[in-house]
């Protein structure tokens, strides 16, 4: 019988076997490692646009921000100004208050009867005169009180004097100063 010895062709295949595996083996772990690298581009891509969602949304957070300041500058100007247009219309109002006062004045001045002071310091009127008859100076106080620019009309002085041979009643009176809110101008305002 012959005999053949199979050891050398068995170590081989045992040898081709082990590289086919080792093969398999390295190109498992490539793929693993391509799969790993492209899991990891994709992860660090995905990353990268989330950094540059979030610098453009603070960059319009900033913008916005801004905005707010300007809106509320706007606001506090708006505020100065009505309140400067406040005060000229106060002070538009409280320049009629003088003609009205002495148009007020003219139209109760009755005949017979003189000014000889009119003045007006905060809000207070002092007025001296004389009248020929003490009826003529009550007449004057009676008109004065109805009138609506004048309140608080008060005499504080009466004396009967003699000027040039005519018996004259002179007088003093306060007052107080009213200025009626025109009914425009409060329809306006409650109309806002």
């Known amino acids: 019988m012959i005999r053949i010895n199979l050891l050398p062709v068995r170590v081989a295949q045992k040898r081709a076997k082990s590289q086919r595996q ?3 083996a390295g190109l498992a772990v490539g793929l693993t490692v391509l799969a790993c690298a492209g899991l990891h581009l994709a992860l660090v891509a995905r ?3 989330e950094k540059a969602e979030i610098a ?3 960059t319009e957070l900033n ?3 801004k905005a707010i300041g300007e809106v509320a500058q706007f606001k506090k100007l708006q505020a100065e100004l009505q309140g400067k247009l406040d ?3 106060d ?3 409280k320049k009629t208050g003088p003609v009205h006062l002495l148009d007020e004045l003219s139209r109760v001045l009755p005949d017979k009867l ?3 002071s009119f003045t007006e310091k905060s809000g207070q009127i002092n007025i001296k005169g004389v009248g020929l008859n003490e009826n003529i100076v009550a007449t004057f106080i009676r008109d004065l009180e109805s009138s609506p620019y004048y309140q608080k009309v008060d005499l504080t002085v009466t004396r009967q004097v003699v000027q040039e041979g005519i018996k004259l009643h002179e007088f003093e009176i306060t007052s107080g100063v009213a200025i009626p809110q025109p009914a ?3 329809t306006g305002e409650a109309g806002r």
């Open 47 to 49: 990353v990268a646009r």
């Open 114 to 116: 003189w000014l000889t």
């Open 91 to 93: 002070l538009k109002r």
């Open 22 to 24: 080792l093969l398999v």
């Open 87 to 89: 005060v000229l219309e």
């Open 56 to 58: 453009e949304i603070q």
């Open 63 to 65: 913008s916005l921000r």
């Open 184 to 186: 425009v101008a409060a």
